[in-house]
Structure formats: C-alpha cells, structure tokens
C-alpha cells in the first residue's frame, strides 16, 4: 500500500493530500530513509512523521484498504 494512504486510513495524518504534502517536504521516514507519498509500506516497517517541534514514531503491525476509526488504531504501534 502506498505510504500517503497508510497514512490516512491509519488516521495517522487526517487527509491523504496532507499527507502527501508531509512526504513530499521530506518530514515522513521509513526505517530511517526519507519516503516519497508513492513508497511501498510494508508489516513491520517504521514509520516516523515530524510535526512541527514534535516527533511522532509507529512500528506498522497491519495494512487494510479500508478501516472503522476504532479499529484505526490497530493497525499500528507507538514506539519510544
């Protein structure tokens, strides 16, 4: 699945454009590399977001297409 809509079904970033624009400045990781919108996210990938002063780290535990927002959190761990 590509990272832009990872982002948005995980309800990590609310909007599938916002999160394209987060890749695009070169504020998303994945395992440590710079990630385009387009990148391939995969189970067990780790996944950093940059918000503005804050920094915001998820270990990916499950890849839907579509998601309830109380299952959301699932498909996801927060890491230190």
């Known amino acids: 699945m590509r990272l832009d809509k990872y982002l948005k079904v995980s309800r990590l970033i609310k909007r599938r454009t916002i999160a394209q624009e987060a890749c695009d400045a ?8 710079v990630a385009k919108s ?3 996210v995969k189970v067990g990938d780790i996944i950093e977001i940059e ?3 804050k920094s915001v780290k998820v270990r990916v535990l ?4 579509t ?5 959301a959190k699932d498909l996801f761990e927060y890491i230190s």
């Open 51 to 53: 918000f503005g002063n």
């Open 67 to 71: 998601t309830k927002k109380e299952e």
């Open 38 to 40: 387009s990148t391939k």
């Open 26 to 33: 070169g504020r998303v990781k994945i395992n440590d590399k």
């Open 62 to 65: 499950d890849i839907q297409d």
